[in-house]
T-cell receptor
């Protein structure tokens, strides 16, 4: 059974803190994604990675960075958390071997005070 | 550029009634189209997908969707709603010039009344 896990389900941080969100997939997928989900806006792509140490900006990369040192792990970093980064963060992975289906983790609900 | 429009941020139906969630897309090339479902406090899971085979696609939990190129639509239907169908539904498009990047609609929350 395919699995994408995220390090925390709920997180509360203070403005200015550095925040790490981790995502691990066990499917040997090449591609991994970080989205944020806000009511009425659907999912918006922050960053994605198509290989180890490779990353590409998505639609809303400002205030975020990512790291992919191993194929199974993709980390999202908020360098200095701000209140407008309060959101649900979803990680997903995808193989390019003909399936086109993204597999999602359960999400991390982040509150920045 | 690809885009997805879901008509109606909230849809309410009675248990046993037809479910119809609307999705229109724009894409300059034949796309892959998806419907994902998100239950409360969970991630998204795939309901069904269209990948240029049959235009009527059957998914899990009795849902199906029909790809209509002339209308650029991919509406999701289920003949008889069940209480457990209450969730948020996302239409999405990928492929073509967007590569494997997926564009999601804003979502439609489905309420099912007893």
């Amino acid at each position: 059974d395919v699995k994408v896990t995220q390090s925390s389900r709920y997180l509360v941080k203070r403005t200015g803190e550095k925040v790490f969100l981790e995502c691990v997939q066990d499917m040997d997928h090449e591609n991994m994604f970080w989205y944020r989900q806000d009511p009425g806006l659907g999912l918006r792509l922050i960053y994605f990675s198509y290989d180890v140490k490779m990353k590409e900006k998505g639609d809303i990369p400002e205030g975020y960075s990512v790291s992919r040192e191993k194929k199974e792990r993709f980390s999202l970093i908020l360098e200095s958390a701000s209140t407008n980064q309060t959101s649900m963060y979803l990680c997903a992975s995808l193989t390019t071997r003909g399936q086109e289906t993204q597999y999602f983790g359960p999400g991390t609900r982040l509150l920045v005070l | 550029a690809q885009s997805v429009t879901q008509l109606g941020s909230h849809v309410s139906v009675s248990e046993g009634a037809l479910v119809l969630l609307r999705c229109n897309y724009s894409s300059s090339v034949p796309p892959y189209l998806f419907w994902y479902v998100q239950y409360p406090n969970q991630g998204l899971q795939l309901l069904l997908k269209y990948t240029s085979a049959a235009t009527l696609v059957k998914g899990i939990n009795g849902f199906e969707a029909e790809f209509k190129k002339s209308e650029t639509s991919f509406h999701l239907t289920k003949p008889s709603a069940h209480m457990s169908d209450a969730a948020e539904y996302f239409c999405a498009v990928s492929g073509g010039t967007g590569g494997f990047k997926t564009i999601f609609g804003a979502g439609t929350r489905l309420f099912v009344k007893a």
